[in-house]
C-alpha cells in the first residue's frame, strides 16, 4: 500500500502497487494525457514503472526539461531503428541527448548523404505513425553480450561488457527493434510526434579516441511541437550567417593553420579588437584598485604539484624537460603565479583587499575534434584576477566584482544575463564555518543583483563556492563567461599568509575572478552576437576615407591623419578600383563609417559620411564630424 508524496506535500494513498501513469491519473486525467515520464525519489522512470513502496513523485511532461530530453532520446533510439532499417549491416554505438537535440553514432563503410538524411528522416516519421509499443526488459549479462554479438553488434557487446557488474543490463524495444539503453522513455513511438529534423553527417571515434575507428555521427533535433522546432531552426540559420569564423574572414581578423591548431594568428584589425578589449578592461580594473602583474608562461613541474594542478589538469598541460633533467610545464592557469607574487614581502591585514589582474597567456591541451575557432582553443588569454582578502572581507569583495562584471557586460551589449550559483561539494577541503561565510557572501552577492537565478547543489569547487555568469546573445542563446570563486585551499598550500591586527600570522582567502574568461572566446561571442556589427568604440578600424579619384588622394590622406589626432581609428583606400566596388568591399569588413571625398567635400572643407547598412549618405564639415564620432568613441568610459 504506498503512500505517494507529491511536490506540493500532498499524499495519495494506494490499495496496490501502482504505476506512474496511474498515479498521474489520480491526480487529473488532462496531466496523463500529458504526462511523459515520472521521477520517483529524484531518480527518473518510465511511465509504466511499478511503484511498491512509500516515495515521492514527479510527473513530468513536455514543458519540462526532463520531459524534452525524454523526447530527444526516444527519437535518437527512433533513428538509429530507422537507419537499421534502410541500411541492413549497420551498426550501432551510442545515441546521447544533447543540448537543443541528439545524435547517434554508426558503423558504416559507405557514407551517409544529405539525400539519405532525407530518406532517414521520412523513416523515422513512418515509424512514429507505426506508434510502436515501447518496453523495457532486463537481460542476463551473458544473454546481452551473446545476443548482440550474433547479430553482429559489436560495438553494442563491447559497451555491456563496460556495465559494472551490479548494474542491470536494460534492454528497451520499440517494437521488435532493441537496444540497449538506461530509459527513461516513452510508452510508444506514436508519442514522440514528428517535431524532428536531422541536420548534419560528421566523423567521431569510437568511444572519443582517435587510435580507435572512425564512425559516422548523425545530428538532429527534436522539440514538443512546429513552433519551437521552426524557431530553433530559424535561429540556427541566423547562427551560421554570424559564423563567426565566416565572419573573421570576410573581415581580416584571424585565421589558423595546422602548424599550431588550437592556436590564433591574429591580423592587424584583429588584433586591434582584441587591443581595444584589453584597453576597456584596463581602464575599467585600475578604476577598481586592481594592481596589473604579470608572471612567467612556464614553471617549475613541482609548483604545479604543490598547487594541485598537477594531479587534476597534468594531462592537459604542455611540459618540457631541460638538460638538467627539470620538468618545466607550460602554464594552464595564472593563480599559482599569483600567489608568488603576493609571498614577496611582509602583508598585513592593512594591505588588504590586494587585487592582482593579469591579461595572462595560457596553453591547455584540447583534443583536435573539439577546437572550434575563437570558441574552443589550446592557447588563450585569460583576462584573470586574483584578490587576497580577510574572510570578512569576502561579502563586500563578491559584491565589488559582481557588480563590476555586470557593468562590463552592459558596457557592451549584454543586459540579458543569468547567475548560477554552486555550493559545497561533498568532496572539499576547508572548515564548514569558512564554508559557511563564502557560501553566504556569494549568495548576497547574487541575490543584490536582482538577477535571474539558479542553484547548482554540490557543484562548487573542491576549494570553493562560486557563480557562472551567463550572457543571452542577440539571439537567444546562452554563453557560460565570467567566474567568481571564492578559494579556501590554494593560499594556504603555496604558503601565503598575511599577519592580522593581533599579530597572528593568518592565512589570506582567495577570491578567483574572470570577466570575459578567455579573450579569445569572448571576441568569437561578440563576433556572433553583433554578426561583425560593433558598437563605434571597440570596432576595430572605425573608418575608412575613400576619395573618388586620384586628384582628391591627398585630401583624403590628410583628413584621415584628422581622425587618427582625434583618437579615432581610421585609414585611407588608395585602389585604383571604382568608388561602387571600394564601398562593397569595406561593407563586407563591417567597417561602421564610410567617408566619401570628391570635388564638393574638398571645396567646402567636408567629408560625405555614409554608415554601415544604410544606403543614406549625410555631408558634414570636418570639425563637426570629429566632436560627433570623438564623443561615441568616449561613450563607453562615461
Not at 32 to 52: C, F, T
Not at 227 to 244: F, G, I, N, Q, S
Not at 492 to 508: F, M, N, Q, V
Request: aromatic share 10%; hydrophobic share 35%; net charge neutral.
Amino acid at each position: 500500500m504506498p503512500k505517494i508524496t507529491l511536490p506540493d506535500g500532498n499524499n495519495l494513498n494506494f490499495s496496490k502497487k501502482v504505476t506512474g501513469t496511474e498515479v498521474a491519473e489520480k491526480i487529473s486525467k488532462s496531466l496523463a494525457k500529458q504526462a511523459i515520464v515520472i521521477s520517483v525519489d529524484g531518480e527518473l522512470k518510465d511511465l509504466d514503472y511499478l511503484i511498491e513502496k512509500d516515495c515521492s513523485v514527479k510527473i513530468f511532461t513536455s514543458k519540462n526539461p526532463e520531459g524534452l530530453e525524454t523526447i530527444r532520446h526516444d527519437t535518437a533510439h527512433i533513428l538509429a531503428m530507422a537507419v537499421q532499417e534502410l541500411f541492413p549491416g549497420t551498426q550501432v554505438t551510442i545515441g546521447p541527448v544533447i543540448e537543443n537535440g541528439f545524435y547517434y553514432d554508426f558503423a558504416r563503410k559507405e557514407p551517409f548523404t544529405e539525400n539519405d538524411l532525407i530518406k532517414i528522416e521520412s523513416k523515422m516519421k513512418e515509424i512514429v505513425d507505426r506508434d510502436e509499443i515501447t518496453k523495457r526488459e532486463v537481460w542476463d549479462r551473458n544473454k546481452a553480450i551473446n545476443h548482440f554479438k550474433k547479430k553482429g553488434e559489436i560495438y553494442k557487446s563491447e559497451l555491456i561488457k563496460a556495465i559494472p557488474e551490479k548494474e542491470d543490463v536494460s534492454i528497451y524495444f520499440h517494437g521488435d527493434w532493441h537496444d540497449l539503453c538506461r530509459g527513461p522513455h516513452l510508452s510508444s513511438t506514436g508519442k514522440i510526434g514528428k517535431y524532428f529534423k536531422l541536420t548534419k553527417v560528421s566523423g567521431a571515434y569510437w568511444r572519443g579516441d582517435s587510435k580507435n575507428e572512425m564512425l559516422q555521427r548523425i545530428y538532429g533535433t527534436s522539440w514538443s511541437n512546429q513552433k519551437d522546432l521552426d524557431e530553433y531552426l530559424k535561429r540556427v540559420e541566423e547562427a551560421e550567417k554570424r559564423d563567426h569564423r565566416k565572419l573573421g574572414k570576410e573581415m581580416d581578423l584571424f585565421h589558423f593553420r595546422e602548424e599550431s591548431p588550437g592556436s590564433v594568428f591574429w591580423h592587424e584589425r584583429g588584433w586591434a579588437l582584441f587591443q581595444n578589449l584589453i584597453n576597456y578592461m584596463r581602464s575599467k580594473q585600475d578604476a577598481a584598485g586592481y594592481k596589473e602583474i604579470n608572471t612567467p608562461e612556464v614553471l617549475d613541474r613541482q609548483l604545479w604539484e604543490n598547487s594541485g594542478h598537477w594531479g587534476k589538469y597534468g594531462e592537459n598541460m604542455y611540459t618540457s624537460e631541460t638538460p638538467d633533467e627539470k620538468v618545466f610545464a607550460i602554464k594552464p592557469m595564472n593563480c599559482p603565479g599569483h600567489v608568488q607574487v603576493f609571498n614577496q614581502g611582509l602583508k598585513s591585514y592593512r594591505d588588504l583587499p590586494l587585487r592582482y589582474a593579469e591579461f595572462g597567456k595560457v596553453h591547455r591541451y584540447e583534443p583536435s575534434g573539439a577546437l572550434h575557432g575563437l570558441l574552443r582553443v589550446r592557447a588563450f588569454t585569460q583576462d584573470d584576477a586574483h584578490i587576497f582578502c580577510s574572510e570578512e572581507q569576502i561579502t563586500s569583495e563578491c559584491l565589488i566584482v559582481t557588480n563590476l562584471i555586470l557593468n562590463i557586460y552592459k558596457d557592451l551589449g549584454f543586459e540579458n544575463i543569468i547567475l548560477k550559483y554552486a555550493d559545497r561539494p561533498e568532496v572539499r577541503v576547508g572548515e564548514d564555518k569558512v564554508w559557511d561565510k563564502a557560501e553566504a557572501s556569494l549568495l548576497e552577492a547574487v541575490k543584490a543583483s536582482k538577477l535571474e537565478y539558479s542553484i547548482n547543489k554540490g557543484e562548487g569547487a573542491f576549494y570553493g563556492p562560486k557563480i557562472e555568469f551567463v550572457l543571452r546573445d542577440a539571439i537567444g542563446r546562452d554563453w557560460q563567461c565570467g567566474t567568481l570563486q571564492v578559494d579556501l585551499n590554494l593560499p594556504e598550500r603555496l604558503g601565503a599568509s598575511y599577519i592580522d591586527k593581533d599579530g597572528a600570522k593568518k592565512i589570506p582567502v582567495m577570491l578567483h575572478r574572470a570577466l570575459f574568461g578567455s579573450l579569445e572566446r569572448f571576441i568569437g561571442i561578440l563576433i556572433e552576437n553583433y554578426a561583425g556589427k560593433f558598437p563605434f568604440w571597440i570596432s576595430p578600424l572605425q573608418t575608412m576615407v575613400i576619395p573618388i579619384s586620384e586628384e582628391f588622394n591627398a585630401y583624403a590622406i590628410e583628413t584621415s591623419k584628422k581622425i587618427k589626432n582625434a583618437g579615432i581609428s581610421s585609414s585611407v583606400d588608395l585602389k585604383n578600383q571604382n568608388l561602387n566596388y571600394k564601398i562593397r568591399d569595406h561593407s563586407l569588413a563591417k567597417i561602421p563609417i564610410l567617408l566619401i571625398c570628391g570635388k564638393k567635400e574638398v571645396d567646402s572643407n567636408s567629408v560625405t559620411i555614409r554608415r554601415l547598412n544604410s544606403n543614406k549618405q549625410e555631408n558634414m564639415d570636418i570639425d563637426t564630424f570629429l566632436k560627433t564620432f570623438s564623443a561615441l568613441n568616449k561613450a563607453s568610459s562615461n
